[in-house]
């Protein structure tokens, strides 16, 4: 049974960081595209931040344009685990943070997603 398992969300002040950790267990992740999403009050899922395997230990990275320059999205293979770095958070980042996996490889934006988390909050005051 392949279960992904989200931690490290927290209330923070705007302009600290959190990481957000997302540990697979029941497959390996290395060749997967792994994702993060978010959902905030009232509003729908929204993509955040992608990795997909390029080749090797060769992995692209997608952002969604809000967090670009303040996010990143790192593996730790050994670990069957991808985190998320957040740095300068804003109010409006306050959401649940979800990881994803996509077995097929696709890429990040464009992916269906096989497996999911059951999500970390993160909140985010002003």
């Known amino acids: 049974q392949v279960q992904l398992v989200e931690s490290g969300g927290g209330l923070v002040e705007a302009g600290d960081s959190l990481r957000l950790s997302c540990v697979a267990s029941g497959r390996t992740i290395s060749r997967d595209t792994m994702a993060w999403f978010r959902q905030a009050p009232g509003k729908g899922r929204e993509f955040v931040a992608g990795s997909r395997r390029i080749g090797g230990n060769v992995y692209s990275t997608d952002y969604t344009d809000s967090v670009k320059g303040r996010f990143t999205i790192a593996r730790h293979n050994a670990e069957n685990t991808v985190y998320l770095e957040m740095n300068d958070l804003k109010p409006e980042d306050t959401a649940v943070y979800f990881c994803?996996?996509?077995?097929?490889?696709?890429?990040?934006?464009?992916?269906?997603?096989?497996?999911w988390g059951q999500g970390t909050q993160v909140t985010v005051s002003s």
């Open positions: 994803a996996a996509d077995t097929a490889g696709g890429q990040p934006l464009n992916s269906e997603y096989d497996y």
